[in-house]
């Protein structure tokens, strides 16, 4: 092989392999985001997913360019401080802490690692931020408002005699108090009484649903982390008793509530996770304002409904987003 | 481990330390299962951060927390010891209780504390480091509480009190009221677990209550490995033990945390934190069997 030929041959290689290469030179100053929850339960792993799925569409792939940590408080709100100040100590690039007690720990262990919270409902309120236009500080982030005057709405559309909504919370959950006060405000507009169930621990959603049966002609379930855990108990007693369970979150109608417009907790993983692109390839996050979770998916579960004693009317399935449980 | 993950760790187990110290007057001196502190721990957290909110002085809003948690002491021990409710029982009406109170004092289930000052404030700006300054100055306030309690518990009245837990017949034979000591033992208790959560609502920006769930268990913890590596007869060694456990159990979790490098999932927290805790509670026991085997073999 002549010299001219082999250089001929070095550079086709360079060429060829320059744009591989360039991937990993840049993993070698890969960046690190840690992310923490509160409690593990299928909408907050799917905002955790979502995260990771929007980081790699931004030129972050995990395990090449981008080394995700990932910790869970498993309910224990001490574990939740202790988890942030351990990422606090390992310095990643941007925390994302997932819940607003998580996030509050997140908060108090450092103030220069970039944060981008999500699932809060209130950030202001929970001084998280000082306003969702300027955040300031190293912290912005998403919430998870829920869109409860069109779940109201819904509600009517599809039960148009119903007058009595039932709702189960957990009155310790701060996100579920705020939207039950959403709740009665809409609930008012629209001429519908609300009748409260507490439910401290997931062992009392049962008894809490039972306690619904005949005073309520509907149940509506806020994104509220122990109901939602205990979510199977209080549809089996739905069903049995022909009070239509809804949710107001989507990914719990697969799970059997007759409908609900919400977020997929992946997209607003997703949605987090473009924010965090942001601030890894240099934005400030204080710079960056508050974003409101988007996305207002459909989702209806026909079959739970009917078990659930209800059709579901023609326009509310022709333009639901997913037809689940069939 | 890093340095501001081991600092964390120990920060949070000084500010458990003080439920331990808690446990141990209830569950060891006295005698007394007592699970009010998983409502009293975030009733303190509670009433400090409503306090911190309208502007009170952080030291007097934790006073006001202890107080409160000490509050909550007393109506366990009237339940069992004017209405003869058991012990068991009347702390977990009280617990219970207190979630209901709590919602009502905070109006809400969280109220934010990462703009207001603390007792902490005045010290971050002094050159050291937070990560630091929130050990010294917890572990300062834990150090002024083992003495004074110390001294208190070699008082003619700790002296009773210890009496009443040990064999109540006999201390009442002996003149003691046995009543009044249960009355102040709970309440001291109670007391130290009510500042202990206004310490935790201070040093991380918060009180939710959701924060009292598992104290005892943590409490307990904190008190048996405490025993276990600091076997003392001396009451003053003994309240060490408490803050060392509490530490260590602290360690415990921060190790579980960093447990995901040996394939193991943030799922497995709390399954990694009790076999380090069960590991640290029976390592000594084997050594002290191994050494009294070779004692034996010669």
Known sequence: ???????????????????????????????????????????????????????????????????????????????????????????????????????????????????????????????????????????????????????????????????????????????????????????????????????????????????????????????????????????????????????????????????????????????????VARVLKGEKPGDIPVALAKGTDLFVNPKSAAAMGVSLPDAVVKRATKVVGQ | MTEIALFGAIEIGLVYALVAIGVYLSFRILDFPDLTVDGSFPLGAAVCAVLLIAGVNPWIASLAAALGGAGAGLVTATLNVRFKILHLLASILTMIALFSVNLRVMGRPNVALLMQDTVLTPFYGLGIPDHIVRPLVVGVIVAVVVLLLARFLASEFGLAMRATGVNARMARAQGVNTDAHVYAGIALSNGLTGLAGALFAQTNGFADVTTGIGTIVVGLAAVIVGETVLPARALALALVGCVAGSILYRLAVQLALSADAIGLQASDLNLVTAVLVAVALILPRLKAKASRSTRAAR
């Open chain 1, 1 to 275: 092989m002549s010299f001219t030929r082999l250089l001929c041959a070095a550079a086709a290689l360079a060429a060829f392999v320059g744009p591989i290469a360039a991937p990993v030179s840049a993993m070698a100053q890969g960046k690190t985001v840690a992310i923490t929850a509160i409690v593990q339960h299928p909408a907050l792993d799917a905002t955790r997913d979502g995260v990771v799925e929007a980081l790699k569409d931004a030129g972050f792939v995990q395990g090449q360019t981008l080394k995700v940590e990932y910790q869970s408080a498993q309910g224990n709100p001490a574990t939740a401080a202790q988890i942030a100040r351990q990422f606090a100590g390992s310095r990643p690039d941007v925390i994302v802490p997932i819940s607003t007690p998580s996030a509050q720990a997140v908060a108090a262990a450092t103030r220069d690692i970039p944060v981008v919270f999500t699932a809060v409902t209130d950030p202001v309120s929970a001084q998280m931020v000082k306003s969702m236009d300027k955040p300031g500080a190293n912290i912005t982030g998403l919430s998870d408002m829920a869109p409860v005057a069109e779940h109201v709405a819904l509600i009517r559309e599809i039960l148009p005699q119903a007058k009595r909504i039932g709702v189960l919370y957990n009155p310790g959950e701060p996100n579920s108090v705020v939207l039950v006060k959403a709740l009665k405000d809409e609930a008012a507009k629209a001429g519908l009484s609300v009748v409260e169930a507490s439910v401290p621990k997931s062992s009392d959603a049962q008894p809490a649903v039972r306690s619904l049966v005949g005073k309520a002609d509907a149940v509506y379930i806020p994104l509220d982390n122990t109901v939602v855990s205990a979510l199977e108990s209080v549809i089996a007693v739905g069903q049995q008793a022909k009070l239509p369970i809804f949710s107001a979150d989507t990914d719990s109608v697969a799970r059997g509530t007759v409908a609900s417009i919400g977020f997929d907790y992946f997209q607003v993983g997703k949605q987090t996770g473009a924010i």
